[in-house]
């Protein structure tokens, strides 16, 4: 059976020094619920990456964001599908979001970011640009 194949954008948001991190909700599979990320989603067919970030910020922060250069792009494969996983440089005119399909949310410097428990995709991602 061949998997799944899933576009997905993340938007990398820096106040100062400090990068937002997210935390998934409790559903879906063990390996990815309650994991952090960046915030982001699925791309939608027809969608580009910039619409598909600001709608999924939007929807799930009820934030509405400026998204910049792309930073990197890695694909991983999970059990149950591979995941694309392309990050972009994003801005926020301010912190008034909502975490409305998040548990959590944190503003930490790269160094701190081994203190949480990473979706695999996105700490892979993490290698890629801090490297």
């Known amino acids: 059976m061949e998997k799944k ?13 400090r990068f937002l991190c997210t935390q998934r909700l ?8 309650e994991h ?32 910049g250069a792309k930073l990197g792009s890695i694909e991983h494969e999970y059990p149950d ?9 994003c801005m926020a005119h301010d912190k008034d979001f909502k975490l409305l399909e998040h548990i959590d949310a944190c503003w930490l410097r790269p160094e701190e970011f081994t203190k949480l ?7 892979a991602l993490i290698k890629q640009l801090w490297k």
């Not at 409790?26 to 619920?33: L, N, Q, S, T, V």
């Not at 598909?52 to 939007?58: F, M």
Request: charged letters at 30%; aromatic letters at 14%; glycine letters at 8%.
């Open 5 to 17: 194949y899933l576009n997905v954008v993340c938007a990398v948001i820096h106040d100062g020094d």
């Open 26 to 33: 409790r559903k879906g599979p063990d390996y990815i619920a």
């Open 81 to 89: 599908f591979i995941v694309r996983l392309t990050a972009y440089d």
């Open 36 to 67: 952090w990320e960046f915030p982001g989603g699925k791309v939608k067919e027809g969608e580009s990456d910039y619409e598909a970030l600001r709608r999924e910020l939007h929807e799930e922060m009820d934030w509405n964001i400026y998204v």
């Open 117 to 123: 428990n990473w979706t695999e995709a996105d700490a």
